[in-house]
């Protein structure tokens, strides 16, 4: 009696195997992994453009990015409902695109920029803390003009000018300034005229002690 090669049962098995490798690229699983993920990462990615954040934790980067996905879905349910309708995107495709494009792309970056000015609405900044690291970005991400007067570990006064074209390095890499223009200053800290053909100054954190900053009217202490 001849015994084939074929082991009873094993093509059962690769049979099994094949669908368990179909199903891992089914377009819905993939469609539902990325409609779960990729707009919680584009809304973080948004949100540590426009404030000073940490290195991401992944372990808790992956909460964070769930949260601003359910935000987002509440935020474009309408939308959602829409999206979810396959039928839609038979009879109306340009619009089912436009919709989908919405809440994966338009939602999730606008989220982050609409958390960002409630945040910092008078009513809410009464009661809630402001989602700065620290007190240096809370300050410069203002962007309010001012003279700035450093006082270097030397014990020497230098002035400048924080307005347009200046720049302030943010957390978790805070401390080091460049101001777009320079101005003299006496022993006393008054602040003087510009320095002509001035481009301005770049200090690094370790180089001064404290900064003090003033009013552009008023120029002095």
Same mark, same amino acid.
């Given at each position: 009696?001849?015994? @084939?090669?074929?082991?009873?049962?094993? @093509?059962?098995?690769?049979?099994?195997?094949?669908?368990?490798?179909?199903?891992? +690229?089914?377009?819905? +699983?993939? *469609?539902?992994?990325?409609?779960?993920?990729?707009?919680? !990462?584009? #809304?973080?990615?948004?949100?540590?453009?426009? +404030? &000073?954040?940490?290195? +991401?934790? $992944?372990?808790? =980067?992956?909460?964070? =990015?769930?949260?601003?996905?359910?935000?987002?879905?509440? !935020? %474009?349910?309408?939308?959602?409902?829409?999206?979810?309708?396959?039928?839609?995107?038979?009879?109306?495709?340009?619009?089912? $695109?436009?919709?989908?494009?919405?809440? $994966? !792309?338009?939602?999730?970056?606008?989220?982050?920029?609409? $958390?960002?000015?409630?945040?910092?609405?008078?009513?809410?900044? /009464?009661?809630?803390?402001?989602?700065?690291? %620290?007190?240096?970005?809370?300050?410069?991400?203002?962007?309010?003009?001012?003279?700035? !007067?450093?006082?270097?570990?030397? @014990?020497?006064?230098? #002035?400048?000018?924080?307005? &347009? *074209?200046?720049?302030?390095?943010?957390?978790?890499?805070? *401390?080091?300034?460049?101001?777009?223009?320079?101005?003299?200053?006496?022993?006393?800290? /008054?602040?003087?005229?510009?320095?002509?053909? %001035?481009? @301005?100054?770049?200090? #690094?954190?370790?180089?001064? %002690?404290?900064?003090?900053?003033?009013?552009?009217?008023? =120029?002095?202490?």
């Amino acid at each position: 009696m001849k015994v @084939g090669n074929n082991v009873p049962g094993e @093509g059962n098995g690769e049979r099994k195997a094949d669908m368990n490798d179909q199903s891992l +690229i089914n377009p819905e +699983i993939l *469609g539902a992994i990325v409609g779960l993920v990729w707009p919680g !990462l584009v #809304a973080m990615h948004v949100y540590r453009l426009i +404030i &000073p954040a940490g290195r +991401i934790d $992944w372990s808790q =980067g992956l909460l964070q =990015g769930f949260f601003f996905t359910v935000i987002n879905y509440l !935020l %474009t349910f309408p939308l959602v409902l829409y999206v979810l309708n396959g039928q839609n995107l038979e009879r109306h495709a340009f619009f089912y $695109w436009l919709a989908l494009t919405t809440v $994966w !792309l338009v939602g999730p970056v606008l989220l982050p920029i609409f $958390w960002k000015r409630l945040m910092g609405t008078r009513i809410l900044s /009464r009661y809630l803390q402001q989602p700065y690291a %620290t007190p240096w970005d809370y300050y410069f991400d203002r962007r309010e003009d001012a003279f700035v !007067l450093i006082h270097l570990k030397n @014990g020497n006064l230098v #002035a400048g000018y924080w307005g &347009p *074209g200046s720049y302030a390095s943010a957390f978790p890499e805070q *401390g080091d300034l460049y101001v777009s223009a320079v101005y003299k200053v006496d022993a006393s800290g /008054r602040i003087g005229d510009p320095i002509s053909s %001035t481009k @301005g100054l770049l200090i #690094a954190r370790d180089e001064y %002690t404290y900064l003090e900053l003033f009013k552009p009217d008023s =120029g002095s202490k």
